[in-house]
């Protein structure tokens, strides 16, 4: 596994006057976890940035806060929803010998024979696995291979991911990660479109009269039968 390293220093600045830091590149930052002292911390945005797309939240990081060397994971990150900026970032200390639960995102590789000859769409259902594993074991992402999704319906379950004995997955085994779907074309939804048509003329031309929309049919009037009354019969 790769080893990740980002440094940090001490902040004593809180509320509105975090954004002078946010305006020298600067972003606040809280360290916390089980059994430790929560500490409030700045580091540099440039730096976060590049370790977190290699991280994620399941890749570990040593967090250097002065002399002082904590394990940690990402577990927030807050964005600014207009400007896409980082406003602040909460860590997670982890214990190196305790296990921890962690979602890991899904990362397809190959390419589908299935999608290739366009016999159908890959549909990914599931985007991340949850697991269960030591955070020095935590993957940073789940390869999931579909070289051998060769027909329509074909897909990946939990249960077929090939992972590491050291991870214990919690996601159920029979989920469906990717699938390929049916392929939908703009051809085939104008022939559905037409079969329909001429369906409904069919019926039209049988007699079938299907009834207005928000009214109930009416049903077929029946011809009263004329009454016939016996003849009488006279008295010779």
Same mark, same amino acid.
């Given at each position: 596994?790769?080893k990740? @390293?980002? +440094?940090? @220093?001490?902040r004593?600045?809180v509320?509105?006057?975090?954004?002078?830091l946010?305006? *020298?590149?600067? !972003?606040?930052?809280t360290?916390?976890g089980k059994?430790v002292?929560?500490?409030? !911390?700045?580091?540099?945005?440039?730096?976060?940035?590049?370790?977190?797309?290699?991280?994620?939240?399941?890749?570990? !990081?040593?967090?250097?806060i002065?002399?002082?060397?904590r394990?940690?994971?990402?577990? @927030?990150v /807050?964005?600014?929803p207009v400007s896409h900026?980082t406003?602040?970032?909460?860590?997670?200390?982890v214990d190196?010998k =305790?296990k921890?639960?962690?979602?890991?995102? &899904?990362? !397809? &590789? #190959?390419?589908s024979?299935?999608i290739?000859?366009k016999?159908?769409v890959?549909?990914?259902?599931?985007?991340?696995?949850? &697991?269960?594993?030591?955070?020095t074991?935590?993957?940073?992402?789940i390869e999931?291979?579909?070289?051998?999704?060769? /027909?329509?319906?074909e897909?990946?379950?939990?249960? /077929?991911?090939k992972?590491s004995?050291?991870?214990t997955?919690?996601?159920?085994? #029979?989920?469906?990660?990717v699938?390929?779907g049916?392929?939908?074309t703009k =051809?085939? =939804?104008?022939?559905?479109?037409?079969?329909a048509a001429?369906a +409904? =003329?069919?019926a &039209?031309?049988? #007699?079938?009269?299907?009834p207005? *929309?928000?009214?109930? +049919?009416?049903? @077929?009037e029946e011809?009263?039968?004329? *009454?016939?009354?016996?003849? *009488?019969?006279?008295n010779p």
């Open positions: 596994m790769k990740h @390293t980002l +440094a940090a @220093t001490p004593t600045l509320g509105r006057k975090v954004k002078n946010r305006k *020298e590149g600067q !972003i606040p930052a360290v916390y059994g002292k929560s500490a409030s !911390i700045t580091l540099s945005g440039d730096a976060f940035v590049k370790v977190y797309k290699e991280t994620g939240e399941t890749g570990l !990081i040593e967090l250097h002065d002399k002082d060397l394990p940690v994971l990402v577990h @927030t /807050q964005i600014d900026a406003l602040h970032i909460e860590f997670h200390q190196l =305790e921890v639960h962690a979602k890991v995102p &899904v990362e !397809i &590789v #190959g390419e024979p299935a290739a000859q016999l159908g890959l549909l990914t259902v599931l985007n991340d696995i949850e &697991v269960e594993a030591l955070p074991h935590l993957p940073e992402k999931v291979d579909v070289t051998m999704l060769t /027909q329509v319906d897909e990946v379950k939990v249960g /077929q991911l992972l004995s050291d991870i997955v919690l996601t159920d085994s #029979g989920l469906t990660v699938k390929v049916h392929l939908v =051809e085939a =939804e104008a022939q559905a479109a037409a079969e001429a +409904a =003329e069919a &039209v031309a049988a #007699g079938a009269e299907a207005v *929309e928000g009214q109930e +049919a009416k049903p @077929t011809k009263a039968t004329p *009454e016939v009354k016996p003849t *009488e019969e006279k």
